[in-house]
């Protein structure tokens, strides 16, 4: 009987124990939560800066690397260097019988070509309107030349409206510079390759000048 009566008189700390210890669970597992949902988002928050930086340097439309994608990678350059500088012959008049619309597919159409037919030592950049850079690294002029002459024999896009039977090929001038060869500077890459490209404007589009 001394027994039962002894174990009674410990049932309230033994109820009061078992009750702290279940609070204990309860704030354990509610701060193992808040820690987990602060590391998703810490991991989320990580994850869009690293998105919105990356879009700082790509084209809205086409998805190619941007002007300012560009001037960093000068500013970074290291080793031989060529850039060539793309622009779209009569642009305006295409945007003009076939409308805004399709010349935007058109800047796509070639963001999407030029890739498919550059060499992994190159990246493409669209610098504004129906201008484009490629840079070709650590190859000799020599190749470069031979990799952008690849490219423009290869385009192959034809922008048409069937309604009107009208359609026109898509043809490209280009100006090519490089360093050492051309310029004693990288900064200096772009200016030359657009001389170049203005050259061969001149000399009838649809040509490469280097």
Do not use: C, W
């Not at 070509?113 to 504004?128: A, D, F, P």
């Amino acid at each position: 009987m001394t027994f039962f009566i002894t174990l009674d008189q410990f049932t309230p700390y033994i109820e009061s124990s078992v009750n702290l210890y279940i609070l204990q669970m309860i704030l354990t597992i509610v701060i193992l939560g808040v820690v987990v949902l602060e590391i998703q988002h810490l991991r989320r928050m990580k994850e869009l800066n690293r998105y919105y930086e990356k879009r700082t340097y790509l084209d809205d439309l086409t998805g190619a690397e941007n002007r300012r994608s560009l001037r960093r990678s000068l500013e970074q350059a290291e080793g031989e260097l060529s850039l060539a500088i793309i622009d779209i012959d009569r642009f305006k008049r295409i945007n003009d019988t076939f409308g805004h619309i399709r010349g935007d597919q058109l800047l796509v159409d070639l963001t999407h070509r030029i890739n498919q037919l550059m060499s992994n030592n190159s990246s493409l950049y669209r610098v504004g309107g129906d201008e484009f850079v490629i840079l070709f690294h650590n190859i000799s002029k020599k190749q470069a030349v031979e990799e952008m002459a690849k490219i423009i024999n290869n385009l192959e896009i034809i922008v048409e409206d069937k309604e009107v039977k009208d359609q026109y090929e898509v043809t490209m001038s280009v100006g090519l510079a490089n360093y050492p060869k051309d310029v004693d500077d990288y900064k200096d890459l772009y200016a030359a390759a657009d001389s170049k490209m203005y050259m061969s404007k001149d000399a009838g589009r649809d040509t490469l000048q280097y």
